[in-house]
């Protein structure tokens, strides 16, 4: 028979114990990393997504005539003349304002903007960088600007904020920082390497891209 006393029951060493929970934690540490990655990736891409969203929405604005609902600024349509709807943009915010934008002929005041809304990026977000044109040869855009559609036309136009929000008087552009070049609107996370880039093309497509 064979003597059961002579075997002796063996478990796990220390240092088996400590190569097993290193390489758990390594393990988790990896998931943790590539998940905070992925998610960061994920947020940009949602904050150029919903940027880009917004673009298309004053642009279907625009084209369509909309004037705001019954007592807006731009109402009633016998009296008034829509002028537009912008989006408004600048460097280190984290959000940025739509609205529509109206000459009320009954008023000296001339252009009135209506329907105007802040819209926050999603947490951590930014807009980091404003240029117009393309590639290594785009200009940075150092103050607000506006991006700018009319009514029953595609076309676009970019403007700078910094002199408000009158960008036309009586259909005659103003304050014009190009005309002919794509303008680009670049939203980063804070560790600066999430980032992605809107581009409003001069016939109106709009397009993001991850850099």
């Not at 796990?12 to 943790?32: K, Q």
Request: charged share 20%; with cysteine.
């Amino acid at each position: 028979m064979p003597d059961f006393w002579s075997f002796k029951l063996r478990g796990f060493s220390l240092i088996e114990l400590m190569v097993v929970i290193g390489l758990f934690g390594l393990a988790a540490s990896v998931i943790t990393a590539s998940y905070v990655s992925f998610e960061r990736t994920q947020r940009s891409k949602s904050a150029a997504l919903q940027l880009k969203g917004d673009i298309r929405l004053v642009q279907n604005k625009a084209i369509s005539g909309d004037k705001g609902p019954v007592g807006s600024l731009c109402q009633p349509a016998n009296t008034t003349t829509l002028e537009g709807w912008y989006i408004q943009v600048s460097t280190g915010d984290d959000f940025y304002t739509i609205a529509g934008d109206c000459q009320d002929l009954t008023l000296a005041s001339g252009e009135k903007d209506f329907e105007s809304r802040t819209i926050k990026l999603p947490q951590g977000m930014t807009i980091s960088k404003l240029s117009y044109g393309s590639g290594m040869s785009a200009t940075t855009v150092a103050y607000p600007a506006a991006i700018f559609f009319r009514p029953l036309n595609r076309g676009v136009s970019f403007h700078d904020a910094r002199f408000g929000v009158d960008y036309f008087d009586n259909g005659v552009p103003k304050n014009v920082i190009t005309s002919d070049q794509p303008f680009n609107i670049e939203v980063s996370d804070s560790s600066g390497e999430n980032t992605y880039v809107v581009k409003i093309k001069t016939n109106g497509e709009i397009d993001e891209s991850k850099l």
